[in-house]
């Protein structure tokens, strides 16, 4: 029985999501590797050297409609037991439409897999309970997977890499991208990141939540938000950590007036080390700290980054 | 445009849910309100009617009784008509429930007489957080299917929708019928006024029968996440002393 794994390409490299799924897939079955765009024979090149093959798809035109089509080709040929994604946007738009034309079944977000009794298990209620859940026996096992809970694999013996091609029907393309706005040119790598320092509501003004980020570029780390600071207009919604922000795993995360709420803090329990400033004893986030600070960030941060500035001799 | 918002009622979503005794969600007690981004959905379909005209009709499948506040709230927003589905869809997975719904929707339309242009669903729920409902209906109902719209308009020939992505929006072009997820546009759902709330209690909701639907995940069972231990709270009148404590312990666990 065979996995396939949807390969994401981000800039020309594989996703980071994508080398997770790559070592779950691994577990569970023979894995096989998709790649579909234009130009992919780097990206290509680069998941076989994780020893797994390749099948790469040259497509023009990609959108959700045709990686559907294409996708749903290769299972018709290949077979598969599991079909897996990593847990991204586009992840989780294919995932469910790729099983639901093969009248398979999809589970989201997964965290842990059981591969010998074949429970995964996911979060629901903002992360408060958990599920076990079990596919049907006889039917397309369609998973996507949330980023940081599965180790990324290494490197292994060079794979073979396939090149088929499929030709897109035009009633399969339903929907037509017209225009691709940019608002927001940064680039953040919250999922990779070592450090991640997030500001919230009590930093007050976008002046105060410059101090979060002058912490997180001494410390060589990446800003991170809570959805009231975003709609606060203080950062973008690109630096959101939670439900419907990113799930962070670094080594080191301090929030900064933010009061963790649990749509929030499901997105940073698999942090290293978690530092909680907060003027209100009793907020959430204490439970979740490992190291808490009673105290207003307007006192405690000017200090805690002169202390920083002092150990980096600036 | 004749619009269906699709919606779920949810325990609310500031309430912690943790595990009864008998090691399921402990959901009880908590109040049921209107999945979040269902209410974006539904906002997002009254601004278009008032802008443009056509109906708004809401719907959602549960117990009867249970879901009916639910749908008043929303005919007091603003929908035109609600209708219920009534069947027990607490154990049912994503492929049971949207198979549920489709032919829910068949049954609404027969009723109407008429079909729907566009469908909108929340791009999740915040107890099962599954997204997946939305893309489900739109490969049974074989339409075009967008997540994540934060806004559509229709032309003479096409569906124009707003898709929020990482670093801004796409600009997407489809035909109509077609199911949208919506997700938080840049404006908050409205408070109904009291006069629209009292005149949506006395609205009548057809009740549909509806039939089971068969699971392909089955549910083993609930766990807890591994509670993190809080650790060492330090707590000083001045900031200096506070911080001289954490850097002694960030060193000492050489995270500095
Ligand atoms: C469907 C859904 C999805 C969501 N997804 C997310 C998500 O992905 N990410 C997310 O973050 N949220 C998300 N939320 C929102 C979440 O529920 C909270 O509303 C949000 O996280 C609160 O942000 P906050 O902690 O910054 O603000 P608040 O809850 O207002 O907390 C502010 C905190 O700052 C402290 N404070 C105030 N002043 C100071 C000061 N001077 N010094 C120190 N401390 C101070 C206060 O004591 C308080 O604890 C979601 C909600 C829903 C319904």
Request: with cysteine; proline share 4%; charged share 30%.
């Amino acid at each position: 029985m065979k996995t396939l794994i949807y390969i994401e390409i981000e800039n020309g490299n594989i996703q980071n999501g994508s080398l997770e799924i790559m070592s779950l897939a691994k577990t569970l079955s023979d894995p096989c590797a998709v790649v579909i765009g234009s130009d992919v024979d780097n990206a290509s090149d680069a998941v076989s050297a994780y020893g797994i093959p390749v099948i790469e798809v040259p497509c023009d035109k990609v959108s959700d409609d045709a990686e559907v089509f294409i996708l749903n080709q290769i299972i018709k040929d290949e077979k598969p037991e599991y079909v897996l994604f990593a847990g991204t946007l586009k992840g989780k738009d294919l995932a469910p439409r790729v099983a639901a034309r093969n009248d398979g079944a999809c589970i989201t977000d997964v965290i842990k897999a059981d591969t010998e009794n074949g429970v995964f298990t996911r979060p629901a209620f903002g992360g408060t309970v958990l599920e076990n859940l079990k596919f049907s026996a006889d039917t397309l096992k369609v998973m996507t997977v949330r980023s940081g809970s599965f180790e990324k694999l290494t490197q292994g013996e060079k794979a073979e890499v396939t090149k088929k091609e499929y030709a897109l029907p035009e009633d399969a393309l339903k929907v037509i991208l017209k225009d691709s706005v940019k608002e927001i040119s940064e680039k953040v790598d919250l999922e990779g990141a070592n450090v991640v320092i997030a500001g919230g509501r009590g930093m007050g003004s976008k002046e105060g939540f410059a101090m979060v980020e002058e912490l997180a570029s001494l410390l060589g780390g990446e800003v991170g938000a809570t959805r009231a600071a975003v709609d606060e207009e203080w950062t973008t919604r690109i630096h959101q950590v939670g439900q419907s922000g990113k799930n962070i795993a670094p080594k080191l995360y301090i929030a900064c007036g933010l009061s963790g709420a649990m749509q929030h803090v499901s997105g940073i329990t698999s942090s290293g080390f978690i530092v909680a400033i907060n003027k209100d004893e009793d907020a959430p986030i204490f439970d979740v700290a490992d190291l808490g600070i009673v105290g207003r960030c307007e006192d405690i941060l000017p200090v805690l980054i002169d202390e920083i500035k002092k150990l980096k001799g600036l | 445009m004749k619009i269906l918002v699709l919606i779920k009622q949810v325990p609310d979503d500031v309430v912690k849910v943790s595990l009864s005794d008998e090691k399921t969600p402990d959901i009880k007690n908590i109040e049921k309100i209107v999945n979040a981004m269902d209410t974006y959905a539904m906002e997002m379909a009254v601004r278009e009617m008032e802008a443009n005209g056509g109906e708004v009709v809401v719907a959602s499948i549960g117990d009867k009784d249970e879901i009916r506040p639910s749908l008043v709230q929303e005919i007091a927003v603003g929908a035109n008509r609600a209708y219920i589905g009534n069947l027990d869809v607490s154990g049912a997975d994503e492929a049971a429930l949207s198979a549920e719904l489709l032919s829910f929707i068949r049954k609404i339309e027969e009723q109407e007489g008429s079909a729907f242009d566009l469908i909108l669903t929340g791009k999740e729920s915040t107890d099962e957080i599954s997204s997946q409902v939305g893309a489900l209906l739109a490969e049974k109902l074989s339409v075009p299917f967008v997540s994540s719209a934060i806004g559509f308009t229709k032309t003479d020939a096409a569906l124009i929708v707003k898709k929020e992505t990482e670093e801004g929006y796409d600009v997407l072009e489809t035909t109509l019928p077609a199911v949208l997820s919506v997700t938080k546009p840049e404006y908050d759902p409205r408070y109904p006024s009291l006069k629209n709330k009292m005149k949506a209690r006395k609205a009548e909701i057809p009740v549909i029968e509806l039939e089971k639907a068969e699971n392909k995940v089955t549910l083993t069972g609930y766990d807890e996440p591994a509670k993190r231990e809080a650790g060492v709270k330090i707590k000083e009148k001045e900031a200096q002393d506070a911080v001289q404590k954490a850097m002694a312990i960030l060193k000492e666990a050489r995270l500095v």
